[in-house]
Each structure stands twice: as structure tokens, then as C-alpha cells.
């Protein structure tokens, strides 16, 4: 009986050490988009305590080109203006809520479409795996496995994308 207190008390001590060490999940949050920066980047309004403040939100889980990598870097941000509209849109969170350079990251949702898939399986993004941002990691590959397999957007095979965007700006900046 009480070898069955103590292992009790010890898996009980075990299942609150990782509630606490479990990352906080902030719930998804509607926000006005000011502009459209590129085909990754978006300013919105909406985030934190001062609604008119502006912030730069990064789409977690892809690289679109560079906006001089001509002509995917503007292809992929009009796309995502097509995207987005006039209309608000969801914000959701992973893990790691900021980058390095303070943007927020973030997966973006129109109705109920994950933008970042859409513009990956249309061909205006890659799938980028980051650390520890992996929530829609196997939808945002399948997304760019069907882009290739269609040869369309970035994986046109009579226009192809030399370079990714990350290539791209080491070589180019």
C-alpha cells in the first residue's frame, strides 16, 4: 500500500513538472492587414494591447522569393494580396511566436484556408521547416510536393526558380 502512495505521488510530481515546462499557446487572433509586403511578410493591425499599432507578421512554414527575383517575388505577393482581400484574417501560433528580427510568426487563415498552404501548393512558395515552429509542417510539404508535380508557379520546368530565396539573398545582398 505504500509503495502505491509513493508512485503515486512521484507520477503526480512527473505530470506537473511537464504542465509547467509545456510552452504557452496564445489562441488565434483576428487582425485588419495594412499591407502586403511580400509574399511572406504582412503588417497588420490588431496585435496586443493598442489595436492601431502596426506589426510586421512573418508566414511561418515558407519562403516565397525575393521581391527581386523577378518575376516569382512579385507573382507571390500579389498572390497573397489576391488572398487576403479587404477582408480581416486569423492569425494562430506555434511555438515560437517572435523571430530574430522581431515580427511575429505566424500561420495565417481567410475563411478556412490556410494562406501559407494555398500559396505553396499554387507555386509561389517553398516549404521551410523552422525550428521549433513544425505544426503544419506535413500539409505545407504535400502542398509543395502537388506544386512540383505540376510544374507550376516557382517549379515551372520553361521558367524555372534558379535559386531559392534564401540562396538568393546570400548571393545577391
Known sequence: M??????????????GC????????????????AQVISGQTLEVLGIGEQPNLIS????LGIDTPDLQQRPWGNAARERLQELIGE?????????EVKDQFGRTLAYVW?????????????????FVARSPNHKYDHRLERAQQRARLLGIGIWNPENPMRFTPAEFRRQYR
Open 56 to 59: 510586421q507578421v512573418r508566414l
Open 18 to 33: 511537464q504542465l509547467q515546462n509545456r510552452p504557452e499557446v496564445k489562441a488565434p487572433i483576428e487582425v485588419k492587414v
Open 87 to 95: 477582408q480581416p484574417v486569423k492569425l494562430e501560433f506555434d511555438v
Open 2 to 15: 505504500n509503495k502505491i502512495v509513493i508512485l503515486s505521488c512521484l507520477l503526480l510530481l512527473l505530470i
Open 110 to 126: 481567410k475563411d478556412k484556408a490556410l494562406l501559407n498552404e494555398q500559396l505553396t501548393k499554387e507555386g509561389y512558395a517553398l
